[in-house]
Nanobody, 124 residues
Framework: QVQLVESGGGFVQAGGSLRLSCAAS????????LAWFRQAPGKEREFVAG????????RYVDSVKGRFTIYRDNARNTVYLQMNSLKPEDTAVYYC?????????????????WGQGTQVTVSS
């Protein structure tokens, strides 16, 4: 079992930056592929970014490419999402997720473990 706890969300103006953290306990994250999803009010949860555990391949949704970066610190058992040049449309609850699969799945069905989410609000 892996327990995931997100932090780092908040309120920021458009063009600003935030770094989300997802701390894991129970198992080392080094053998889990990891991802960040987000869910805006009235919308489905969508894939944002992911990283495989074996060779660190990353994948991003087109709308965040060049602005967001996913990376992990295995020594801290934590995965991060650095978000720059934030836009109002990035406003959502952000969730981290983990799976033992090698590939980065872009649907929620591909992940077994989820955090509780952290709110990100970007004002225009």
């Amino acid at each position: 079992q892996v327990q995931l706890v997100e932090s780092g969300g908040g309120f920021v103006q458009a063009g600003g930056s935030l770094r989300l953290s997802c701390a894991a306990s129970g198992r080392p994250l080094s053998t889990y592929s990891l991802a960040w999803f987000r869910q805006a009010p009235g919308k489905e949860r969508e894939f944002v970014a992911g990283e495989t555990w074996n060779i660190g391949i990353t994948r991003y949704v087109d709308s965040v490419k060049g602005r967001f970066t996913i990376y992990r610190d295995n020594a801290r058992n934590t995965v991060y999402l650095q978000m720059n040049s934030l836009k109002p449309e990035d406003t959502a609850v952000y969730y981290c997720a983990a799976t033992r699969d090698i590939a980065v799945a872009t649907t929620t069905h591909g992940y077994v473990y989820w955090g509780q989410g952290t709110q990100v609000t970007v004002s225009s």
